[in-house]
Protein backbone atom coordinates (compact mmCIF):
# COMPACT_ATOMS: atom_id res chain seq x y z
CA UNK A 1 0.00 0.00 0.00
CA UNK A 2 1.46 3.11 -1.02
CA UNK A 3 0.02 5.57 1.66
CA UNK A 4 2.33 3.92 4.47
CA UNK A 5 5.81 5.19 2.67
CA UNK A 6 4.22 8.52 2.13
CA UNK A 7 3.18 8.91 5.34
CA UNK A 8 6.60 7.54 6.67
CA UNK A 9 8.12 10.71 4.38
CA UNK A 10 6.33 13.12 5.48
CA UNK A 11 7.09 12.04 9.44
CA UNK A 12 10.41 12.25 8.56
CA UNK A 13 9.92 15.90 6.66
CA UNK A 14 8.26 17.22 10.09
CA UNK A 15 10.72 15.19 11.90
CA UNK A 16 13.95 17.34 10.08
CA UNK A 17 11.92 20.69 9.99
CA UNK A 18 11.53 20.63 13.80
CA UNK A 19 15.02 19.45 14.33
CA UNK A 20 16.15 22.53 12.26
CA UNK A 21 13.94 24.83 13.96
CA UNK A 22 14.27 28.27 13.41
CA UNK A 23 16.72 28.62 10.17
CA UNK A 24 14.77 32.01 9.75
CA UNK A 25 13.20 35.07 11.57
CA UNK A 26 10.24 34.82 13.22
CA UNK A 27 7.30 36.78 12.88
CA UNK A 28 5.13 37.53 16.20
CA UNK A 29 1.78 39.09 15.43
CA UNK A 30 0.24 41.27 17.89
CA UNK A 31 -3.36 42.20 16.80
CA UNK A 32 -3.49 45.78 18.87
CA UNK A 33 -1.90 48.97 17.78
CA UNK A 34 1.30 50.00 19.45
CA UNK A 35 1.85 50.67 23.14
CA UNK A 36 -0.82 48.23 24.87
CA UNK A 37 -0.21 45.72 27.34
CA UNK A 38 0.22 43.07 25.04
CA UNK A 39 2.57 44.63 22.50
CA UNK A 40 5.03 45.79 25.63
CA UNK A 41 5.07 42.32 26.84
CA UNK A 42 5.72 40.65 23.02
CA UNK A 43 8.31 42.66 22.50
CA UNK A 44 9.86 42.82 25.92
CA UNK A 45 9.64 38.58 25.55
CA UNK A 46 10.80 38.48 21.80
CA UNK A 47 13.95 40.36 22.67
CA UNK A 48 14.61 37.32 25.15
CA UNK A 49 13.51 34.60 22.87
CA UNK A 50 15.75 35.72 20.18
CA UNK A 51 19.12 34.51 21.70
CA UNK A 52 18.15 30.86 22.31
CA UNK A 53 16.26 30.42 19.22
CA UNK A 54 19.54 31.78 17.10
CA UNK A 55 17.24 33.83 14.96
CA UNK A 56 15.44 37.63 15.16
CA UNK A 57 12.16 38.28 16.40
CA UNK A 58 10.17 40.49 14.46
CA UNK A 59 7.13 42.06 16.05
CA UNK A 60 4.06 43.04 14.06
CA UNK A 61 1.50 45.08 14.66
CA UNK A 62 -2.07 44.37 12.92
CA UNK A 63 -5.10 46.01 14.63
CA UNK A 64 -8.40 46.33 13.84
CA UNK A 65 -12.03 44.48 14.27
CA UNK A 66 -11.44 43.61 17.65
CA UNK A 67 -8.52 42.13 16.75
CA UNK A 68 -9.80 39.90 14.13
CA UNK A 69 -7.00 41.21 11.51
CA UNK A 70 -4.43 39.87 13.41
CA UNK A 71 -5.65 36.23 14.48
CA UNK A 72 -6.95 35.76 10.97
CA UNK A 73 -3.70 37.00 9.82
CA UNK A 74 -1.78 34.40 11.45
CA UNK A 75 -4.50 31.51 11.04
CA UNK A 76 -4.06 31.61 7.21
CA UNK A 77 0.04 31.56 7.91
CA UNK A 78 1.88 28.68 6.66
CA UNK A 79 1.74 26.43 10.06
CA UNK A 80 5.64 26.04 10.45
CA UNK A 81 6.74 28.28 13.49
CA UNK A 82 7.54 30.97 11.46
CA UNK A 83 4.37 33.22 11.95
CA UNK A 84 3.12 32.92 15.87
CA UNK A 85 0.18 35.26 18.01
CA UNK A 86 0.40 36.79 20.97
CA UNK A 87 -3.61 37.03 21.93
CA UNK A 88 -5.43 37.86 24.88
CA UNK A 89 -9.08 36.24 26.26
CA UNK A 90 -10.84 38.86 23.91
CA UNK A 91 -9.92 36.89 21.08
CA UNK A 92 -9.48 33.74 22.52
CA UNK A 93 -12.33 33.22 24.47
CA UNK A 94 -14.79 36.80 23.98
CA UNK A 95 -14.52 37.51 20.13
CA UNK A 96 -16.02 33.86 19.12
CA UNK A 97 -19.20 34.89 20.94
CA UNK A 98 -19.68 38.38 20.06
CA UNK A 99 -19.17 38.10 16.76
CA UNK A 100 -22.17 36.00 14.23
CA UNK A 101 -19.24 35.62 11.56
CA UNK A 102 -15.72 35.30 12.05
CA UNK A 103 -12.82 34.00 9.61
CA UNK A 104 -11.57 31.77 12.18
CA UNK A 105 -12.06 29.42 15.67
CA UNK A 106 -9.80 29.93 18.31
CA UNK A 107 -10.10 26.62 19.78
CA UNK A 108 -10.14 24.78 16.13
CA UNK A 109 -7.13 27.11 14.49
CA UNK A 110 -4.82 28.32 17.00
CA UNK A 111 -2.23 25.77 18.62
CA UNK A 112 -1.68 26.76 21.73
CA UNK A 113 2.10 27.45 23.08
CA UNK A 114 2.36 28.77 26.35
CA UNK A 115 0.22 31.29 28.45
CA UNK A 116 2.75 33.96 28.41
CA UNK A 117 1.34 36.45 31.48
CA UNK A 118 -1.52 37.29 33.42
CA UNK A 119 -3.24 40.70 34.20
CA UNK A 120 -5.73 41.35 36.99
CA UNK A 121 -8.19 44.86 36.54
CA UNK A 122 -8.67 47.14 38.83
CA UNK A 123 -11.68 49.36 39.82
CA UNK A 124 -11.08 52.80 40.51
CA UNK A 125 -13.47 55.64 40.46
CA UNK A 126 -13.12 59.38 40.26
CA UNK A 127 -12.27 61.04 43.35
CA UNK A 128 -15.98 62.84 43.28
CA UNK A 129 -17.66 59.96 43.71
CA UNK A 130 -18.69 59.72 46.90
CA UNK A 131 -17.30 56.28 47.95
CA UNK A 132 -14.15 54.86 48.86
CA UNK A 133 -14.36 51.13 49.41
CA UNK A 134 -16.22 48.61 47.09
CA UNK A 135 -19.06 47.79 50.01
CA UNK A 136 -19.64 51.62 49.33
CA UNK A 137 -20.22 51.78 46.26
CA UNK A 138 -22.68 49.31 45.94
CA UNK A 139 -24.26 50.97 48.96
CA UNK A 140 -24.26 54.60 46.70
CA UNK A 141 -25.62 52.23 43.96
CA UNK A 142 -28.24 50.78 45.41
CA UNK A 143 -29.50 54.04 47.39
CA UNK A 144 -29.63 56.05 43.74
CA UNK A 145 -30.17 52.77 41.05
CA UNK A 146 -29.81 54.33 37.24
CA UNK A 147 -27.61 57.33 38.42
CA UNK A 148 -23.66 55.99 38.80
CA UNK A 149 -22.35 54.60 35.23
CA UNK A 150 -18.53 53.40 34.18
CA UNK A 151 -17.00 53.11 30.96
CA UNK A 152 -15.08 50.31 29.28
CA UNK A 153 -12.88 49.35 26.28
CA UNK A 154 -16.02 48.32 24.12
CA UNK A 155 -19.04 45.92 23.82
CA UNK A 156 -18.21 42.72 24.99
CA UNK A 157 -14.74 43.79 26.33
CA UNK A 158 -13.03 42.30 29.34
CA UNK A 159 -13.70 45.21 31.05
CA UNK A 160 -17.58 45.19 29.83
CA UNK A 161 -18.39 41.55 31.14
CA UNK A 162 -16.52 41.77 34.04
CA UNK A 163 -18.41 45.05 35.07
CA UNK A 164 -21.66 43.63 34.30
CA UNK A 165 -20.73 40.09 35.95
CA UNK A 166 -20.53 42.80 39.34
CA UNK A 167 -23.35 44.45 38.96
CA UNK A 168 -25.50 41.23 38.33
CA UNK A 169 -23.78 39.14 41.54
CA UNK A 170 -24.33 42.59 43.86
CA UNK A 171 -28.00 43.41 42.26
CA UNK A 172 -26.85 47.08 40.92
CA UNK A 173 -27.80 49.15 38.24
CA UNK A 174 -24.88 51.36 36.98
CA UNK A 175 -24.92 52.35 32.91
CA UNK A 176 -22.33 51.21 30.77
CA UNK A 177 -20.71 53.55 28.29
CA UNK A 178 -18.52 52.08 25.93
CA UNK A 179 -15.75 53.46 24.30
CA UNK A 180 -13.16 52.30 21.44
CA UNK A 181 -10.23 51.17 23.93
CA UNK A 182 -8.50 52.04 27.10
CA UNK A 183 -7.38 55.27 25.37
CA UNK A 184 -10.50 56.78 25.44
CA UNK A 185 -12.32 55.35 28.51
CA UNK A 186 -9.22 56.48 31.36
CA UNK A 187 -9.05 60.29 29.81
CA UNK A 188 -13.01 59.96 30.47
CA UNK A 189 -12.72 58.81 33.73
CA UNK A 190 -10.14 61.39 34.30
CA UNK A 191 -12.37 64.12 32.80
CA UNK A 192 -15.56 63.03 35.10
CA UNK A 193 -17.83 61.64 32.52
CA UNK A 194 -17.72 58.52 33.77
CA UNK A 195 -17.63 57.21 37.54
CA UNK A 196 -15.58 54.07 36.79
CA UNK A 197 -14.31 51.81 35.41
CA UNK A 198 -11.67 48.30 35.30
CA UNK A 199 -8.19 49.10 34.20
CA UNK A 200 -4.76 47.24 33.81
CA UNK A 201 -2.49 48.43 36.28
CA UNK A 202 0.00 50.59 33.97
CA UNK A 203 -2.92 52.67 32.58
CA UNK A 204 -4.12 54.29 35.65
CA UNK A 205 -1.05 53.63 37.95
CA UNK A 206 0.58 57.78 37.56
CA UNK A 207 -3.00 58.99 37.85
CA UNK A 208 -3.42 56.65 41.39
CA UNK A 209 -0.30 58.28 42.74
CA UNK A 210 -1.66 62.06 41.60
CA UNK A 211 -4.97 61.40 43.46
CA UNK A 212 -7.09 61.50 39.97
CA UNK A 213 -8.45 58.35 41.03
CA UNK A 214 -9.00 56.37 43.59
CA UNK A 215 -8.42 52.15 43.82
CA UNK A 216 -11.67 49.77 44.93
CA UNK A 217 -10.88 46.32 43.83
CA UNK A 218 -9.44 44.13 42.17
CA UNK A 219 -10.95 41.91 39.64
CA UNK A 220 -8.57 38.44 40.14
CA UNK A 221 -10.01 35.74 42.48
CA UNK A 222 -6.85 36.74 45.12
CA UNK A 223 -5.35 39.37 45.55
CA UNK A 224 -2.20 40.44 43.76
CA UNK A 225 1.17 40.60 45.59
CA UNK A 226 1.77 44.06 43.55
CA UNK A 227 -0.81 45.27 45.29
CA UNK A 228 -1.25 43.39 48.57
CA UNK A 229 -3.61 45.96 50.07
CA UNK A 230 -6.45 45.70 47.30
CA UNK A 231 -9.13 43.80 48.41
CA UNK A 232 -10.83 41.50 46.20
CA UNK A 233 -14.80 41.67 44.34
CA UNK A 234 -15.03 38.22 45.86
CA UNK A 235 -13.72 38.87 49.64
CA UNK A 236 -16.71 41.40 49.12
CA UNK A 237 -19.31 39.25 48.41
CA UNK A 238 -19.11 37.34 45.03
CA UNK A 239 -18.30 33.89 45.27
CA UNK A 240 -15.92 32.68 42.55
CA UNK A 241 -15.13 36.16 41.12
CA UNK A 242 -12.67 36.20 38.88
CA UNK A 243 -11.67 37.89 35.55
CA UNK A 244 -8.01 38.07 34.51
CA UNK A 245 -6.16 39.52 30.85
CA UNK A 246 -4.44 36.65 30.01
CA UNK A 247 -1.95 36.88 27.34
CA UNK A 248 -0.52 34.26 25.40
CA UNK A 249 1.44 32.93 22.49
CA UNK A 250 -0.04 30.42 19.79
CA UNK A 251 0.71 29.07 16.11
CA UNK A 252 -1.58 27.73 13.24
CA UNK A 253 -3.25 24.55 14.64
CA UNK A 254 -0.81 21.76 12.14
CA UNK A 255 2.39 22.92 13.56
CA UNK A 256 4.61 20.74 14.35
CA UNK A 257 4.45 19.54 17.72
CA UNK A 258 8.15 19.50 18.29
CA UNK A 259 8.22 23.17 17.39
CA UNK A 260 5.51 24.18 19.72
CA UNK A 261 7.39 22.32 22.33
CA UNK A 262 10.87 23.94 21.37
CA UNK A 263 9.30 27.34 21.67
CA UNK A 264 6.59 26.31 24.92
CA UNK A 265 9.99 25.36 26.68
CA UNK A 266 11.68 28.87 26.28
CA UNK A 267 8.78 30.53 26.72
CA UNK A 268 9.27 28.89 30.06
CA UNK A 269 12.89 30.17 30.63
CA UNK A 270 12.40 33.13 29.95
CA UNK A 271 9.48 34.28 32.21
CA UNK A 272 12.04 32.82 35.23
CA UNK A 273 14.72 35.62 33.93
CA UNK A 274 14.94 37.96 36.81
CA UNK A 275 14.55 40.74 35.13
CA UNK A 276 11.41 39.63 32.81
CA UNK A 277 9.88 39.19 36.24
CA UNK A 278 11.17 42.26 37.59
CA UNK A 279 9.96 44.27 34.63
CA UNK A 280 6.34 42.43 34.54
CA UNK A 281 5.67 43.23 38.08
CA UNK A 282 5.99 46.95 37.53
CA UNK A 283 3.12 46.53 34.77
CA UNK A 284 1.41 44.60 37.46
CA UNK A 285 1.84 41.39 35.57
CA UNK A 286 2.33 38.00 36.75
CA UNK A 287 4.41 35.93 34.66
CA UNK A 288 3.58 32.35 33.86
CA UNK A 289 5.65 30.63 30.92
CA UNK A 290 3.08 27.40 31.07
CA UNK A 291 3.03 24.28 28.72
CA UNK A 292 1.01 24.08 26.10
CA UNK A 293 -1.12 21.36 27.48
CA UNK A 294 -2.24 23.86 30.35
CA UNK A 295 -2.15 26.82 28.17
CA UNK A 296 -4.72 25.40 25.84
CA UNK A 297 -6.90 23.90 29.11
CA UNK A 298 -6.88 26.96 30.40
CA UNK A 299 -8.36 29.05 26.60
CA UNK A 300 -11.32 26.37 26.93
CA UNK A 301 -12.34 27.17 30.24
CA UNK A 302 -12.62 30.70 29.70
CA UNK A 303 -14.01 29.84 26.16
CA UNK A 304 -17.19 28.56 27.98
CA UNK A 305 -16.97 30.97 30.81
CA UNK A 306 -17.33 33.87 28.58
CA UNK A 307 -19.44 32.53 26.32
CA UNK A 308 -22.32 32.41 28.94
CA UNK A 309 -21.65 36.29 29.95
CA UNK A 310 -22.27 37.34 26.65
CA UNK A 311 -25.73 35.04 26.32
CA UNK A 312 -26.60 36.45 29.87
CA UNK A 313 -25.77 39.92 28.89
CA UNK A 314 -26.99 40.17 25.64
CA UNK A 315 -23.52 41.81 24.44
CA UNK A 316 -23.37 41.52 20.22
CA UNK A 317 -21.29 44.15 17.87
CA UNK A 318 -22.98 42.49 14.38
Given at each position: ??????????????????????????????????????????????????????????????????????????????????????????????????????????????????????????????????????????????????????????????????????????????????????????PALLGGQVALLYS????????????KVKMLAISSAKR???????????????????????????????????????????????????????????????????????????????????????????????
Amino acid sequence: MRFIPVLAALLVACAAHAQNYPSRPIRIIVPYAPGGLPDTMTRLVGGKLADPLGQPIVVENMGGAGGINGVAEVVKSAPDGYTLLVADVGQIAINPHLFSKLPYQPLKDLAPVSLIGTSPLYLVAHPSVPANTLKELVALAKKEPGKLNYGSSGIGSIHHLATEALKAGFGIDIVHVPYKGTGQSVPALLGGQVALLYSALPSIAGHLKDGKVKMLAISSAKRSPHTPDVPTVAENGIAGYDFVAEIGLLAPAATPREVIQRLAGEMAKVAKQPDVVKRFTELGIDAVGSSPADYGALNKTEFEKYGRLVKETGAKVD
